[in-house]
């Protein structure tokens, strides 16, 4: 069983930065592959980055590649999303998903952990 709970949301002018951190309870992170989702009022969950359990692969959404970056350390339990150059169109709840394989994807079904969420809130 893994536990998530994200931090770092907030309010941010555009073009400002967030991090997002997500730390996950469990001695089996290190092998779990990591995603970021987000959800915006009145829209479905869409995929935003995922992270292998190595750290070695990462997959971006295009609407963020470039902007955003996924890392992670194991030795923390730890998954990050640095975002940079934020848009109003980056507005929404941001997830943090764990996945029982080492291997990330950008599907939201494939995964079996999700925390509680962190409000991101961009103003133009």
């Known amino acids: 069983q893994v536990q998530l709970v994200e931090s770092g949301g907030g309010l941010v002018q555009a073009g400002g930065s967030l991090r997002l951190s997500c730390a996950a309870s469990?001695?089996?992170?290190?092998?779990?592959?990591m995603g970021w989702f987000r959800q915006a009022p009145g829209k479905e969950r869409e995929f935003v980055a995922a992270i292998s359990w190595s750290g070695s692969s990462t997959y971006y959404a295009d609407s963020v590649k470039g902007r955003f970056t996924i890392s992670r350390d194991n030795a923390k339990n730890t998954v990050y999303l640095q975002m940079n150059s934020l848009k109003p169109e980056d507005t929404a709840v941001y997830y943090c998903a764990g996945r029982g394989s080492m291997l990330a994807t950008m599907k939201p079904n494939s995964y079996d952990y999700w925390g509680q969420g962190t409000q991101v809130t961009v103003s133009s």
């Open positions: 469990g001695r089996t992170f290190s092998s779990y592959a």
